[in-house]
Structures are given as C-alpha cells and as structure tokens.
C-alpha cells in the first residue's frame, strides 16, 4: 500500500487541497500588494520603497514556485523515482533563495545609486499610504495563515505566514523611518534603509539555500528526532538482541530510517518479521511520513555499538 504513512487519517485529501487553495490565494493576495508597493515606490522613487516592492516581487514568485514543488513533490513513488518526489521542495527552495540573492544586490544597487545621488522624492505621504495599505493587508492574510497552518497542520502555509510576518516586519521599519525623512527632511536615510534592507533579505536568501542544500546532501533530520526513535526502536524491539548501523536522511516532509536488527540465529524468519512490524507500527505511531527499512541478522553479526534492546 503505498498510501500509508503519506497521508494520515481521514480527510487527507481534502486538508492538502484547502492548504493548496490557501497557497494559491496567497499568491492572488500577494500580487495585490505588490502592486500597492510598486505604486509607492514609482510615484516616490524611494530606493527604501523599491526595496520592499522588490522583497514583495520575490516573495509572490517563491509562494508560487513552493505551489508548484509541493504539488509535484506530492505526487506517489512511481517507477522512474521510486523513492518518491519529495525533493522538489529542496530545488524549489535552492531557487527561491537564488532569487532572493539576486533580489538583495538589486536592492544595494538602488541604494547605491541614491546614495551617490540623491535625489528629490515624490509625495512620500502618498507613497507610504500606499505602501502602509499593502502592508496592512499582508499583516490581517499572514494572521489567517498562521491560524489556517495550525488548524491543518500544514508547515508549507505556517512557513507562508511566518515570511508574510517577516515582510510586514521590515515594511513598518520602512515606513517609520520614511516618517522621519519626511519630518527632519535627511534624504541619506532613504538608501540607508534600503541598505539595511538589503542586507535582511541577503541574510534571508543565505539561509533559504543553505536549509536546502542540507536536505539536498541527505542530512539527518535534528538530533533529537534521532535521539526519539532510537528509544522507540530499543522500546519496542523485544526478542531481538541489538539494533546497528541505524541511519536517516530526511527528503522534504519524509524521513528514511534504516537499521540492521540483530535476533538470534534460530529464530524463524515469521518472528523476527513479527519484531519489525511491531518496530514499525510503533514508529508511525508517532512519526508521520516514515520509510523504514530493516535488515534482519543472526546474532554471530552483533555489533558493540549498537542500540541494546530493552
Ligand atoms: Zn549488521
Ligand atoms: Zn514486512
């Protein structure tokens, strides 16, 4: 059955499609503000304001591009990738923080040239009303989808959220200290901010790629998800003698775990498959998207660092 530990529990289904409904709403709410922004900053020509449209631009193409790779990552094992599609999400998380990068230079760039020479803003109350209405409306969607991925247990939305939260985050500093150009008149503090932008966005897609590219390079999942089924495992591997050479990798949403289990050499093969589904059953008990292999050996194979059976 290829289904199980993919999907848990009834309705499955139905929760992946409201949190890919909630993902492409994002992305239809995330070009409305982007078009509040671009507005701002074209009628300001603010490099701080160009800054954030640019945060936002880059933004609405990573929700779209993570839509796409959970889709495809989604999709069941199949004969040409038998161990699934999960890591799209790493591709698609390696290009989204490519483009963050190249969002961040564009952005020193702006500050740059606005440093060297500045020149004279638009209506900036205008503009930061703009900017101010875009950034209200990403505040109220990134509260909704921190509600929504709790309710469906959903990472891909909380993770949404949480970098809407971030955007609203560095639009109010923005804004505040747009208000302090328009009050004391000190145009150098317009690419400054944008500077200080730039480097939480570089800062931002540094961290994006280099996430991915653990996952990428098959990297064990934290430490204390190992520390957890090496107790399950000790817990519940009765009549055998040790567990050896145990080793997981994580793939987006799915974990891989594989072990050596020693029993002893009379034992039937029916009984120690008897352990390994116990083994199993109790994993999944507690993990979700767990692919377990085990590999049965006679006790002459006991190793002295093993995992001592309980
Ligand atoms: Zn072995
Ligand atoms: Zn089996």
Redesign the pocket.
């Known amino acids: 059955m290829p289904a199980r530990g993919w999907c848990k529990g009834q309705g499955g289904e139905e929760r992946v499609s409201r949190a890919e409904r909630l993902a492409a709403a994002s992305i239809g709410l995330g070009c409305l503000v982007l078009g509040l922004k671009a507005a701002a900053w074209w009628l300001t020509r603010s490099a701080a304001l160009y800054s954030d449209a640019l945060e936002t631009t880059v933004n609405v193409a990573a929700s779209a591009l993570a839509l796409a790779a959970l889709r495809f990552a989604a999709r069941p094992a199949d004969a040409n990738h038998p161990y699934g599609h999960a890591k799209a999400e790493f591709f698609a998380a390696v290009i989204e923080g490519v483009l963050i990068v190249v969002a961040a230079l564009l952005i020193f760039r702006q500050a740059e040239i606005a440093f060297l020479a500045p020149h004279r803003l638009g209506p900036l109350p205008v503009g930061m009303a703009l900017n101010a209405a875009a950034t209200v409306l990403n505040a109220g969607w990134s509260w909704w989808l921190l509600r929504a991925g709790r309710a469906l247990r959903s990472p891909a939305l909380t993770a949404d959220g949480r970098h809407l939260l971030a955007d609203v985050v560095t639009s109010v500093g923005i804004l505040a200290g747009l208000g302090l150009v328009a009050l004391t008149g000190l145009r150098l503090l317009d690419p400054a901010l944008a500077a200080a932008t730039g480097v939480y966005v570089l800062w931002s897609g540094i961290a994006t790629i280099s996430a991915s590219v653990g996952g990428l390079m098959d990297a064990a999942p934290e430490p204390a998800v190992v520390q957890r089924i090496r107790e399950l495992v000790a817990e519940n591997a009765a009549g055998a003698l040790e567990a ?2 145990l080793r997981t990798r994580h793939a987006g949403r799915l974990t891989f775990l594989e072990f ?1 289990l ?1 029993v002893p050499g009379a034992m039937s093969v029916a009984d120690s498959h008897a352990i390994c589904d116990r083994i199993e059953a109790a994993l999944k008990r507690e993990m979700d998207h767990l692919m377990i292999t085990i ?1 049965v ?1 006679p006790e002459a ?1 006991a ?1 002295q660092h093993g995992v001592p059976v309980v």
Do not use: S
């Open positions: 050896h050479d050596h020693v590999h050996e194979k190793k």
